[in-house]
């Protein structure tokens, strides 16, 4: 297997996703299926749609439409009996359809709380399950490790609270064009950063590179960086801020040596120059990301776990 043939699918996926963004954002604002303003939301998933659960989630409050709140789906407390949380809607984000958590969550709600799916295979076990569906069956994915469904998602999210996205379109484009500088490449190790809705971007690049490259990466809200994560900053490594820059954060991390990294560029176009980024990084080291080690395209549990 050659180089130009190891990530193919993740390729192609990856370069494709301003024009797929496009189609996202004209559904999201021909649909009216999620939750009204003021409703109170839950947003669940697992990886990957965990982390566009917490972006999501991030940028529906601070827009002042309804308490939202983030839950990987094992994890997640939506007793629609406790007052505490008492959730109009429970949104779930997959891209498979089969993921087991999110399917017994589901199970688990049907009658209780209306759901809604964001779905890439629009032919899945879940469509069954929840009270609406939002598919996106042109922005699923061959490649085990996912690019542009998860963003997709996102921009649709996004655009449904108004957000404009045009900006993160049109730098996306050279964004999966250019090429990748040496020093990123051969960098030893990366952290991402992130502020409010971008924390959530954050954490999803740092398991981008962990899933496709096997490298040591890191992700936390930016301001947390000082408290003790910007001890491993160092000469070989990346430090990576999606989003808007923290009052001296530039000059702390060009003390330790490390490269910084802050654009300015809209932090979904950041997004995916680091799918860009891991891709040829996995490239260069002989890895394969479309069939990453230990992982599948849908985490199925056995019935006995």
Sequence with gaps: MTDATRGAFMDEELTS???????????????????????RVAVIG?????????????????AGKGLT?????????VNTNSEARNYDVVIAITRSGTTTEVLDL????????RTVALIGDVESPIVGL?????????????SVVQTRFATSVLVYLLSSLGVDL???????????????????????????LGRGW?????????????????????????MEYRHGPISIAAPG?????????????????????????????????????????????????????DLPRNLTRSVILDATV
Aim: proline share 5%.
């Design 130 to 142: 929840a009270d609406a569906v939002i598919g996106l069956p042109y922005a699923d994915e061959q």
């Design 166 to 192: 045009s900006q993160a379109v049109e730098d996306a484009r050279i964004a999966v064009t250019a090429d990748v500088p040496q020093e990123l490449l051969d960098a030893e190790q990366f952290t991402f």
């Design 17 to 39: 996703q301003p024009e797929v963004w496009e189609r996202a954002i004209a559904q999201a604002h021909a649909e009216e299926l999620l939750p009204a303003d003021g409703q």
């Design 69 to 77: 709140d983030s839950f990987a789906a094992s994890e997640a407390f």
């Design 237 to 289: 490594r990346v430090t990576w801020l999606f989003g808007e820059e923290p009052e001296g954060l530039r000059d702390d991390v060009a003390r330790t040596g490390a490269l910084y990294i802050n654009t300015g560029k809209h932090p979904l176009a950041e997004l995916a120059r680091v799918h860009k980024v891991t891709l040829e990084r996995a490239r260069v080291r002989g890895l394969n990301p």
């Design 106 to 113: 589901l199970t688990g709600l049907q009658g209780k709380v």
């Design 198 to 222: 971008t924390v959530g971007l954050a954490h999803e690049a740092g398991l981008k590179m962990r899933e496709a490259v096997q490298g040591w990466t890191e992700s936390y809200p930016a």
């Design 46 to 62: 697992c990886g990957t749609s965990w982390f566009m659960a917490q972006s999501y989630a991030a940028a529906r409050e601070a």
